[in-house]
C-alpha cells in the first residue's frame, strides 16, 4: 500500500510558477515510478510527466521544455516544478505510484492522492 498526499497548488498568472509536491508513505518509495496527472473540467484526466525508479523521466508534448518531475527518496517525494505556466495548465493536479517500462511507458497503480488545484489566470 502507497499513501500519497499532494501540496503547493495555488492561483498564480501567466508566465509564473509553480513546484507541486507529492509526499509517499507506506510501501518502499524507492521501487515505484511515479507519475503526475491532471484533470481539467470536463476533461479526461491526463498523464503530465513521470519518472522511474531509477530517474529517468517523461513528458507529454503539451508541457515539454516547461515541467520538470524529481524525486527524492530519502524524503520519499515527487515534486513537479512547473514553469511558464499557461491558463490551459489549469486543473487538479494529482500523484499516482506505478511503473514504466523500458521504452519508459508509465502504467498507473490505483494508489492517487487527492489532489492540489493549480489555477492560472490573470
Known amino acids: 500500500q502507497v499513501q500519497l498526499v499532494e501540496s503547493g497548488g495555488g492561483l498564480v498568472q501567466p508566465g509564473g510558477s509553480l513546484r507541486l509536491s507529492c509526499a509517499a508513505s507506506g510501501s518502499i518509495f524507492s521501487s515505484y515510478a511515479m507519475g503526475w496527472y491532471r484533470q481539467a473540467p470536463g476533461k479526461q484526466r491526463e498523464l503530465v510527466a513521470s519518472i522511474s525508479s531509477g530517474g529517468s523521466t517523461n513528458y507529454a508534448d503539451s508541457v515539454k521544455g516547461r515541467f520538470a518531475i524529481s524525486r527524492n527518496s530519502a524524503k520519499n517525494t515527487v515534486y513537479l516544478q512547473m514553469d511558464t505556466l499557461k491558463p490551459e495548465d489549469t486543473a487538479l493536479y494529482y500523484c499516482?505510484?506505478?511503473?514504466?517500462?523500458?521504452?519508459?511507458?508509465?502504467?498507473?497503480?490505483?494508489?492517487w492522492g487527492q489532489g492540489t488545484q493549480v489555477t492560472v489566470s490573470s
Open positions: 499516482n505510484a506505478g511503473r514504466t517500462d523500458s521504452r519508459h511507458s508509465y502504467y498507473p497503480y490505483n494508489y
